[in-house]
């Protein structure tokens, strides 16, 4: 009986495929032939055919492509480079059809194990934990019609904190 359980255990812990530093490894010094911390311009240069966007304080470079991601075939589909206020690049979030939404989860698990928060409900989160300053996760939004299905993989090293001074205390 003990082996049995040994089994159970050792299958499971295999399946859950836990990779620590993977997303470091992968992710760590950008992607898709940018790096974090580059400046709106600098991913304008290597990226030409997107378009500014600007929604508050923060800046997005919006690209359409059909890039195959993981993997999963995508069909002119956007990729938002985020830039915070210090206008560094710290994210970049890659849309999917709808109907990839588990693929999507399959590739990510495959890669980078099982995630350590997931939010339920119409609309849900599920991100995978900080590797070394690196987040992954994905993102789906109900639009009441379909949801929206994006992989955002950020550097929380490039998002500035403000000084307790600019928030007025």
């Keep these: 009986m003990k082996i049995f359980f040994v089994l159970i255990l050792l299958t499971t812990l295999n399946s859950s495929r836990c990779f620590a530093g993977n997303i470091?490894?992968?992710?760590?010094?950008g992607l898709f032939n940018v790096t974090w911390g580059m400046t709106i311009e600098q991913v304008k240069d290597v990226h030409p055919n997107g378009k500014k966007e600007v929604f508050g304080k923060?800046?997005?470079y919006k690209l359409i492509s059909s890039k195959e991601v993981l993997s999963i075939?995508?069909?002119?589909?956007?990729i938002n480079y985020g830039f915070g206020s210090n206008n560094q690049l710290s994210s970049v979030a890659i849309y999917f059809d709808s109907d990839d939404y588990s693929s999507?989860?399959?590739a990510v698990r495959e890669n980078?194990?099982?995630p350590q928060k997931q939010d339920?409900?119409?609309s849900g989160i599920l991100k995978w934990p900080i590797d070394n300053d690196i987040q992954v996760s994905i993102i789906r939004i109900n639009t009441g019609f379909s949801n929206e299905i994006i992989l955002n993989i950020g550097n929380v090293a490039t998002t500035k904190?403000?000084?307790i001074k600019s928030l007025g205390f």
């Excluded at 470091?24 to 010094?29: A, E, P, S, T």
């Excluded at 075939?73 to 956007?78: C, D, F, G, I, P």
Aim: no cysteine.
């Design 161 to 163: 904190s403000p000084d």
């Design 120 to 122: 339920s409900g119409m």
């Design 58 to 60: 923060e800046t997005y």
């Design 104 to 106: 999507l989860i399959d």
């Design 112 to 114: 980078f194990g099982l």
């Design 24 to 29: 470091r490894d992968v992710f760590g010094d």
């Design 73 to 78: 075939k995508r069909n002119k589909e956007v």
